[in-house]
């Protein structure tokens, strides 16, 4: 499934500008830990995490994911965000928890 028709069927905000909407969603990843989610995740998952601080858009450049998934209507950073596009990364915020998100993403058969 590809970034767009995840927006599309979740109703999920795209919070930023970027053009890479038509990356492909291969997986899901669930994770707080920085280091924990740059060394076990894996390209073309979407990241679901409840931090929306600069340096999630570092690990998310590192590991190739192709979208931030912002849960639980957590904060998002005005820094984030600018790194975010700068590197062209989507980031989506979803109002339901973690788990819930995850979830989604099961029944849409991420």
């Known amino acids: 499934m590809k970034v767009k028709e995840l927006i599309e069927k979740t109703g999920w905000k795209d ?48 590991r190739e994911f192709s979208c931030i998934i912002i849960a639980d209507n957590a904060p998002i950073l005005d820094e984030f965000m600018n790194k975010a596009e700068e590197e062209d990364i989507v980031v989506l915020s979803s109002g339901l928890p973690v788990y819930e998100t995850a979830k989604v993403l099961v029944e849409l058969g991420v």
């Open 15 to 62: 919070e930023g500008t970027s053009s890479n909407l038509e990356g492909e969603v291969v997986g899901a990843y669930c994770g707080d830990l920085l280091s924990w989610v740059m060394g076990n995740g894996e390209q073309g998952q979407a990241w679901i995490t409840v931090q929306g601080h600069i340096n999630v858009v570092a690990v998310a450049k590192l």
